[in-house]
Nanobody, 121 residues
Framework: QVHLVESGGGLVQAGGSLRLSCVASGRIFDISGMGWYRQAPGKQLEMVATISNDEVTNYADSVKDRFTISRVYAKNTVALQMNRLKPEDTAVYYC???????????????WGQGTQVTVSS
């Protein structure tokens, strides 16, 4: 089992910045990639950014050029630097870890408890 704990959410004005961090513990050697997802009220869960063990990154179009995902392997941490925040970035942000364990063609997924990000206009 992989345990993920997020930190760094909060309230910020539009145009400001926040940095989210997620620390993984447990069977970290099973992790094939990590990332961040978010869910705004009344909306579906959406991918924000992901990073593979080979440092390949992927971003949602809505956050490209504003958000940066990074990993610190020695600290089992993935971070999301969010700049030029917009009110539409308001959501609960979840840390995600994909496992090397595949069940029915899908990697086993691990999720953090979520951290609230609120951007005021």
């Amino acid at each position: 089992q992989v345990h993920l704990v997020e930190s760094g959410g909060g309230l910020v004005q539009a145009g400001g910045s926040l940095r989210l961090s997620c620390v993984a513990s447990g069977r970290i050697f099973d992790i094939s990639g990590m990332g961040w997802y978010r869910q705004a009220p009344g909306k579906q869960l959406e991918m924000v950014a992901t990073i593979s063990n080979d440092e390949v990154t992927n971003y949602a179009d809505s956050v490209k050029d504003r958000f940066t995902i990074s990993r610190v392997y020695a600290k089992n941490t993935v971070a999301l630097q969010m700049n030029r925040l917009k009110p539409e970035d308001t959501a609960v942000y979840y840390c995600y870890a994909a496992s090397t364990i595949i069940i029915e063609g899908t990697p086993v997924a691990h999720w953090g408890q979520g951290t609230q990000v609120t951007v005021s206009s």
